[in-house]
T-cell receptor
Framework: EPEVTQTPSHQVTQMGQEVILRCVPI?????FYWYRQILGQKVEFLVS????????KSEIFDDQFSVERPDGSNFTLKIRSTKLEDSAMYFC????????????FGEGSWLTVV | SQQGEEDPQALSIQEGENATMNCSYK?????LQWYRQNSGRGLVHLIL?????REKHSGRLRVTLDTSKKSSSLLITASRAADTASYFC????????????FGAGTRLFVKA
């Protein structure tokens, strides 16, 4: 079964450094998402992306964050100047359509900012 | 912003018993989905119910949706120890944008 893949699975970074989290969505999907989950807390929506542009973003997704689809297969989340509170599991997801369609999640990238 | 909120926050049952988890939301939705998450893992889609549906089954799962009360329930029948996980409801806001919002989840523990 096709799946969403994410790399790295775990990254430790110094506060203030830039981090890029990578995702390969399912190949025929058109909608892409990033979510994050701070340890023990709920899954929070960050951003959705369609047709090479951001569709929706949450209050969390401020100027520190950016997303890009640099080629036909990858979807990246960049976090500039990481803060301690950015430590979380970041999930990439994709769906073929949006409304009424299953969203498939990757296994996540665990980011630790020290 | 709209959120699905589950209750109870945590549920502990014996293997073989049924587990019922509830979800409430605030605004109109296109559909509601239930996901499962094993500790430290990704989210696995369980079932989707559309706003014009009232009940849906999938194996040991039964989901109901009451749009008048803005609530949904997930019933797992004949639970197994392997069902131990967190369960989240997720709703698509009916705004024309692409935004699926997750609730806080119910942590289910099934004792063997």
């Amino acid at each position: 079964e096709p799946e969403v893949t994410q790399t790295p699975s775990h990254q430790v970074t110094q506060m203030g450094q830039e981090v890029i989290l990578r995702c390969v969505p399912i190949s025929n999907h058109l909608y892409f998402y990033w979510y994050r989950q701070i340890l023990g807390q709920k899954v929070e929506f960050l951003v959705s992306f369609y047709n090479n542009e951001i569709s929706e973003k949450s209050e969390i997704f401020d100027d520190q964050f950016s997303v890009e689809r640099p080629d036909g297969s990858n979807f990246t989340l960049k976090i500039r100047s990481t803060k301690l509170e950015d430590s979380a599991m970041y999930f990439c997801a994709s769906s073929e359509f949006h409304s009424g369609n299953t969203i498939y999640f990757g296994e996540g990238s665990w980011l630790t900012v020290v | 912003s709209q959120q699905g909120e589950e209750d109870p926050q945590a549920l502990s049952i014996q293997e073989g018993e049924n587990a019922t988890m509830n979800c409430s939301y605030k605004t109109s939705i296109n559909n509601l989905q239930w996901y499962r998450q094993n500790s430290g893992r990704g989210l696995v889609h369980l079932i989707l119910i559309r706003s014009n549906e009232r009940e849906k089954h999938s194996g040991r799962l039964r989901v109901t949706l009451d749009t008048s009360k803005k609530s949904s329930s997930l019933l797992i029948t004949a639970s197994r120890a392997a069902d131990t996980a967190s369960y989240f409801c997720a709703t698509d806001e009916n705004t024309g944008g692409f935004k699926t919002i997750f609730g806080a989840g119910t942590r289910l523990f099934v004792k063997a």
